[in-house]
């Protein structure tokens, strides 16, 4: 505060002299019209002083300058001249005007500068607050550049990682079926050769390891499946899906004789934009799932039917196997996801997988409505071809 009370006389000294110059500015003029005036207009002139300082000084510079004014108008101007006295009613009564007029004009001066001070900040406000959302936009602008940049380099990484990855499960895939086939065949001549030697727990032990080597076979065949939908290009263009049905049930004809499966197709079936060796695989597998999932002694009963909707089409196979429980309707489309022991019935868990997997790489989708003991209706569905 002692370092700012100089400033603040400073500031107070030049309001005060600009009052002061600003009456005797305001009498010099009067002064100067004298001849013409006589004692009229005695202190109209000095009302300007009070305006001026007012507006640049505030109240105490105008107060000042309205007694300057009444003093000075009195003494030089005003009849009898050189006196202070005030002869009449009329005087009296102009003083009172000068004073009130004076008051009047302080007041709206300093009232005006308030409004022009109060309109500039605000306006200094605004600007500094465009100036700030500008800055924030700029700011904003490069921070989703960059953002953008990151994503990009990020993705590309990410493709990378996941070609190599897919790369590697292939090889792995590859190289494991080699000793596989081998634990296979020695256990074959092991079985031929030794049977007469082999005890009946050895002969079973034996049987065990072939089968469980057969099991991961398929498993292997299966991944590699899923690997090649999973990388593989897929070129999209109109599919007769009554001849991709027919073909399904064709390439499955064996596996549904051995269950005694009745399949029935309820046509019309529309025309569908996908890959059409995906289509099959996808169609074969829900065929053989439908054939195999059936309680012991119930005849597999298949429907294949469609249904279009806007421009989509969605084809369901419905079944009367042992149906599925709705909390497990999304899971059975994972990788080696299981819901029956390998005993009950025989498979890799992958299956559906690839059929999800064929359908996303098309722009469809697949999924299974069912319950437990009432049967199953998977469904696809994937974008309606153009009309031929």
Not at 201 to 211: D, N, Q, V
Not at 285 to 304: E, H, Y
Not at 357 to 368: D, S
């Amino acid at each position: 505060m002692l370092f700012l009370a100089p400033q603040i006389r400073r500031a107070a000294f030049v309001r005060y002299g600009v009052a002061i110059l600003s009456v005797a500015a305001a009498f010099l003029v009067r002064y100067l019209c004298d001849p013409q005036l006589g004692s009229r207009s005695a202190q109209d002139f000095f009302l300007a002083a009070t305006a001026v300082s007012a507006w640049y000084g505030g109240a105490g510079p105008s107060a000042l300058s309205i007694l300057l004014g009444t003093l000075l108008a009195q003494w030089f101007f005003a009849a009898p001249r050189h006196t202070l006295m005030v002869r009449d009613l009329a005087d009296i009564l102009e003083v009172a005007s000068f004073i009130f007029s004076g008051s009047a004009i302080a007041w709206l001066s300093c009232a005006m500068k308030r409004a022009t001070g109060a309109a500039k900040s605000s306006a200094d406000e605004a600007l500094r607050e465009v100036e700030e959302r500008r800055r924030l936009a700029k700011e904003l602008q490069t921070l989703n550049e960059h953002l953008e940049d990151m994503v990009d380099r990020r993705t590309v990484d990410l493709r990378h990682a996941l070609k190599e990855l897919e790369n590697y499960a292939y090889s792995i895939a590859h190289n494991l079926r080699a000793p596989l086939r081998g634990m296979a065949g020695l256990s074959e001549l092991l079985l031929e050769d030794e049977r007469e030697n082999l005890s009946y727990e050895g002969r079973k032990h034996l049987a065990r390891i072939m089968g469980a080597t057969q099991q991961m076979d398929e498993l292997i065949l299966g991944l590699l499946d899923y690997s090649r939908v999973s990388r593989g290009e897929f070129s999209l263009g109109t599919v007769a899906m009554a001849d991709a049905v027919g073909e399904a049930i064709r390439s499955r004809q064996e596996d549904l004789r051995s269950h005694h499966a009745q399949v029935s197709v309820d046509g019309p079936l529309p025309d569908i934009l996908g890959h059409r060796e995906a289509i099959v695989q996808v169609l074969s597998q829900l065929l053989s799932n439908a054939a195999k999932f059936v309680a012991p002694g119930i005849t597999p009963r298949i429907r294949i039917r469609a249904e279009r909707n806007g421009e989509r089409v969605r084809l369901w196979v419905e079944d009367n196997g042992i149906g599925i429980d709705p909390q497990y309707h999304d899971r059975v489309f994972g990788v080696f996801e299981r819901l029956h022991k390998q005993e009950d019935y025989p498979g890799t868990g992958i299956g559906l997988a690839i059929v999800r997997k064929c359908m996303e790489r098309m722009g469809g989708q697949a999924a299974v409505e069912s319950e437990i003991g009432k049967g199953s209706r998977f469904w696809i569905e994937a974008p309606a071809a153009a009309p031929r």
